[in-house]
């Protein structure tokens, strides 16, 4: 059973940077597409990242991209996020899943394992 933990949050400036961190355990992510969202406060939680378990795919959503990169290290099964330039309304909990499948999903519900997330902050 795969679980899956965020770190790597916190309290930043505009403009400043964050790197945030998806650790794996009870299985590899070598097999799933690993999928980054985000939840603000009364709002929905929307697809930010993905990064495909083959082929090197990427996708972002336009709010982030220049911004954010995501990238996976596959000898500490740990899937991260990059994420510069912060703007306020990034502000919000994020979160890592998995979804067994090789391509990237951007849907919530595509998604069977999750982690509990991480709040990033993003005030002066």
């Known amino acids: 059973q795969l679980q899956l933990v965020e770190s790597g949050g916190g309290l930043v400036q505009p403009g400043g940077s964050l790197r945030l961190s998806c650790a794996a355990s009870?299985?590899?992510?070598?097999?799933?597409?690993i999928g980054w969202f985000r939840q603000a406060p009364g709002k929905e939680r929307q697809g930010v990242s993905c990064?495909?378990?083959?082929?090197?795919?990427?996708i972002y959503v336009d709010s982030v991209k220049g911004r954010f990169t995501i990238s996976r290290d596959n000898s500490k099964n740990t899937v991260y996020l990059q994420m510069n330039s912060l703007k306020p309304e990034d502000t919000a909990v994020y979160y890592c899943?998995?979804?067994?499948?090789?391509?990237?999903?951007?849907?919530?519900?595509?998604?069977?394992?999750w982690g509990r997330g991480t709040q990033v902050t993003v005030s002066l």
């Open positions: 990064a495909s378990s083959r082929g090197g795919r990427t």
């Open positions: 009870g299985s590899t992510l070598d097999n799933y597409a």
């Open positions: 899943a998995a979804t067994q499948t090789w391509e990237c999903s951007g849907y919530v519900a595509d998604y069977g394992s």
